[in-house]
């Protein structure tokens, strides 16, 4: 049974910068698409990021484009978080998807999900 945690959520202030993690446990990332996702008070979970085990393809919610960046090494996927604005605030959460790179980016279905990091950004 795979256990995803998240790690690095906080506080940043407008225009600050925060790299978040996602950890993998109790088995191995290699066959799984990683997304980041968000859920904002009063809104409707959004997919943020997603990054494809096969070819390091990577897709991204428009308004995060140029800003954050998603990564993975072995067992452990980021997101790097620049240029934060008060929007961006939200429990971010990363999920597993077995083979599913387009599972991910619809957010459908996910295999595993973690519990989330508080990210807010003040103004």
């Known amino acids: 049974q795979v256990q995803l945690v998240e790690s690095g959520g906080g506080l940043a202030q407008a225009g600050g910068s925060l790299r978040l993690s996602c950890a993998a446990s109790?088995?191995?990332?290699?066959?799984?698409?990683i997304g980041w996702f968000r859920q904002a008070p009063g809104k409707e979970r959004e997919g943020i990021s997603c990054?494809?085990?096969?070819?390091?393809k990577t897709n991204y919610k428009d308004s995060v484009k140029g800003r954050f960046t998603i990564s993975r090494d072995k067992n452990t996927v980021s997101l790097q978080m620049n240029s934060l604005r008060p929007e961006d605030t939200g429990v971010y959460y990363c999920?597993?998807?077995?083979?599913?790179?387009?599972?991910?980016?619809?957010?459908?279905?996910?295999?595993?999900r973690g519990r989330g990091t508080q990210v807010t950004v003040s103004s």
């Open positions: 990054i494809n085990p096969s070819d390091g």
């Open positions: 109790g088995g191995t990332l290699n066959l799984y698409a």
């Open positions: 999920a597993a998807f077995n083979e599913g790179f387009r599972r991910c980016i619809l957010g459908y279905d996910a295999d595993y």
